[in-house]
């Protein structure tokens, strides 16, 4: 058990990164201490060769510290087992990369249901939430497509819808916007700033200062260390909400009416356009086919729900 505050999401202390021996010892993190707290969205600046990405990558369980301790999500992971690290990253952090790292020879579709591969998902299952997100992101039309065949601001879309398929509390963002135009940036942007008010914790990397009105908190680094460390944003006033509280799946209203097929029902709760679950609560949004016939088991629990809401709602 860790001493942290239930806030704290992620606490490195005394992180070190060393490459090479003797003369030729370097170090790419120094003595690096950092708390995050959940609901945080930080921006990480700094010169080429501070140490930016060895920082993303020890926090995604990438890379490993060469010295020092890493707390996560209330574990210590400093020295938990590869394996289990491999299974809490597919969980709890999402990646977002400067070039995209989309698999070039995999469709948008397949590319985006890869990280549910590890959450053993059927493959069926796995087109379908990829199917389900990309909707959102306004490119199911494209799922077929080849990586190729999209434009970078597609791409990068691609790759954060990829980064959030598994609902992760963690988004880990390397220059997401540095291979864009500043309309696309601008966009890519505007999701991230989505996600995170959902609650979700960002940290990401930037050479560009403009975007750091996006930030509750803007560190500075230099030589593998803490240069300035800004909080722009009160943490009594950071979003709520992320994973281990609610998970929230829009229904969009282009695809109305619709059908959902809940095979958890425990805890979910439908307003307005929201449905509200727990996080293992299993919730698949799919377009109604034609709601003639009475309706099936599962439709019927779902309106069951709406109307109770509804009922509660107006007393
Ligand atoms: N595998 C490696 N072997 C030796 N040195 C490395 C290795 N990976 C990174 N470094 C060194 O660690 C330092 C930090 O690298 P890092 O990639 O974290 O920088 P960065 O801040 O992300 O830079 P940029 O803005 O150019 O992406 C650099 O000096 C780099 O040369
Ligand atoms: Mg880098």
Redesign the pocket.
């Known amino acids: 058990m860790s001493n942290q505050d239930n806030d704290t999401i992620i606490e490195l202390k005394a992180v070190s990164k060393r ?2 021996f003797g003369d030729a010892e ?1 170090y ?1 993190l120094r003595n690096f201490d950092l708390k995050v707290k959940r609901g945080e969205f930080i921006m990480i600046m ?10 993303l990558n020890i926090i995604g369980l990438l890379d490993k510290a060469s010295s020092g301790e890493y707390i996560l999500a209330g574990k210590d992971v400093s020295r938990v087992s590869a394996g289990k690290k491999a299974r809490f990253r597919a969980k709890e952090i999402g990646f977002i990369f400067q070039n995209f790292n989309l698999v070039p020879t995999l469709p948008i579709i397949e590319n985006v249901s890869l990280p549910l591969i590890y959450a053993g998902y059927s493959k069926t299952r796995r087109l379908r939430m990829a199917d389900n997100i990309l909707e959102h992101f306004h490119l199911r039309e494209r799922e077929y497509y080849m990586p190729y065949q999209l434009s970078g601001g597609q791409q990068q879309r691609v790759a954060i819808a990829r980064s959030l398929i598994s609902n992760p509390s963690i988004i880990l963002a390397d ?1 997401p916007t540095g291979n864009l135009d500043s309309r696309n940036s601008h966009i890519i942007m505007e999701e991230l700033r989505e996600i995170h008010s959902m609650g979700n914790t960002i940290i990401m ?1 930037t ?1 560009n200062p403009a975007l750091t009105t996006y930030a509750t908190r803007v560190i500075n ?1 230099l030589d ?1 260390e803490i240069d300035t460390d800004i909080k722009t944003v009160d943490d009594s006033e950071l979003p709520k909400g992320g994973k281990g509280e609610k998970v929230s799946v829009k229904v969009l209203p282009s695809r109305d009416p619709i059908k959902m097929e809940i095979q958890s029902e425990s805890d979910v709760v439908v307003s307005g356009d929201n449905v509200t679950t727990e996080e293992d609560a299993d919730v698949l949004i799919m377009p109604e086919e034609k709601p003639k016939a009475p309706a099936k088991k599962t439709a019927k629990k779902t309106t069951k729900k709406k109307s109770t809401k509804k009922k509660g709602a107006k007393k």
């Open positions: 490459y090479g370097s790419a700094g010169p080429s060769g501070c140490g930016k990405t060895t920082l220059e990397v050479h680094m593998g």
